[in-house]
């Protein structure tokens, strides 16, 4: 499979390094450092800004056209902190970000220091009774001295799962958003073959997966004319699956609504135009629950126009999720030849 | 005593007005200066000009309260709640009404009318009232309109072993520690604000934040205790005289880990007990600031209150020295905490 711009070879890299790493909200300081190595050698200005977000500047070749542009892709992933531990050594916990309990019985979960846990349960008269509160870590800690010292309070757990591939899939934990994060490193790379005339903040954002928090004063401080989230977005192509139009194969998703934005018409239109005029395979995305970077981006200051292109992903928020690379390829596509047009001022009357 | 005066004035969220009065009066001379903004914040400030970090300390003013909503051609006053409370606390309790402070009892109607298993089921606040007396609507009209709000009326005393019972702990006592702070001098610019309606969307501290543009904030809190019968250990958030207890995570914030580790050191080198926050739900000021502008890093500490969010709640003053001992120490180690954060 051959893609219009984007090195697929080097894409699929750059998620089986930073898929892996530990970065759960409010600690994304790991994946921060090995994004930071790409991103330092490609970028006119890199900054911390003061929640930990990552910002990247590639300036434009200028014109009376030029703009100001954020994308953004976040680096955190969902994870389980810990709040107590019982006196025989088990960590109760605390969800970050979104989770399910059924997803979470029986699986392995690792701390920043490399320990494994695994997740267990009380016992229940009635499965339907399970919830975060009656599950813990076990991480075999002979009692809550030895836990507490391994995995004190305030310790965060990631799913412990690989990244394996399968034809054009990858499967493994963090592809939310650790792909979208990919497909900016390999954007930040393609602008240099194809210098954009906008000035590109890439902005590699913290805590979305609880609130969409890094995005929100990252936008604050940079101020854009325009914004596009990265992100992944569900897939209704499984058994009695949810009604959605997204499918693994189907292409970028261009987004139109999700429970935190509707994409700004013009942002959306261009996209549908850019992909339609190029050859790059996309489809159209509503997601009727969810969000992204961009539902915080565009409710910045007095406003920004703001979209997104999702790469759609079965078993969201699991230690399986699932990717077709020339999804991820299409979206990374369709960024760079966005990015290297020119942008009229939107007539949104 | 600063604590007991602040618990027992009626405060609530949207009339904070009299706990700012008294709080003003209390910091007037051990602060630079300070003013009162449009939603009713009062920021102080000391050390403006010094170099930094600037730092911001933040209390809430307002506790949780009543609003009357309608008075009943009976002379009953209907209301509904300002901030979270839970519905089974209501019934029965005596609430203080209006600017004038008019006596009242929160009683159910029709009592005398509820099958047996009507009365094992919460009422709900939609059918309760307050009863102040009054037999008609005209004479309830002479203290009372629509709009005004209901405190509780409960008086703080000592109960037990330096345990105190009052009502408002959350967050009086926080705005009583935050007046004892600004007796302290810093070598960084020190912003104190005693802000409103925390308990109905953390609004006031969102526009205190932006105006005050702070590097890193402290919040202030009471929080939840619930070290009592038939709760799970891991369910019981804090344990009442175990100290000022540290959030990891709350529903609004994830405290920038270096702000949290600052204050546990703080805590160890000088030996001060203290405690997890081990519960994750519930939010602070601290969610809608770390979001202001381009971002703060802030963190909370809290003390206990066995009973939050109802008329009449424990807190132990042990807790509350220790918890001012805490925050001093970290303010004494800011320095070096900052210099830890990200964008440093």
Redesign the interface.
Known sequence: MSARYADTARLEQFIRELAPAYGPSGHEEAVRALIRRHVTPLADEVLVDRLGSLIALIRGAGGTDARRIMIAAHMDEIGLMVTHIDDDGLLRFAAVGGHKPATLLGERVVFADGTVGAIGAEKLDDIKDLKLDRMFIDIGAAGREEAAARTPVGSTAVFHQEITASGSRLIGKALDDRSGCAVLLELMHQLRAHPSPHDVYCVFSVQEEVGLRGARTAAYAIEPDLALAVDVTAAGDTPKGEKLNMTLGGGAAIKVKDDSLIAHPWVRQLLVDTAAQQGIPYQMEVLPYGGTDAGAIHLTKSGVPAGAVSIPTRYLHSPVEMVDMRDVAAATDLLVAMLTRSLEDPSFR | MILRELSEIPGVSGDEHRVRERIWQAVRDRVDGGRVDSLGNLITWKGAGKPGPKVMIAAHMDEIGLMITRIDNDGLLRFRTVGGIDDRVLAAKAVRVGPDAVPGVIGMKPIHLLKADEAKKPVPEQDLVIDIGAASKEQAEQVVRPGHYAAFSTAYAEVGDGVVKGKAFDDRAGCALLVELLALEFPFPVYGVFTVQEEIGLRGARVAAYDVAP?LALVLEGTTCADIPET????QSTLLGAGPAIT??DG?N?P??PL?EGLVAAAEARNIPWQ?K???FGGTDAGSI????????AATVSVPCRYIHSPCAFMSLRDFENTRRLVAGFLEDIPGIAAR???A
């Open positions: 590097d799970e250990p891991h369910g990891v995570m609004t994830i920038a880990r949290v997890w081990r519960t994750a770390h979001l202001s502008r381009a971002g703060v890093p954060l990200p964008g």
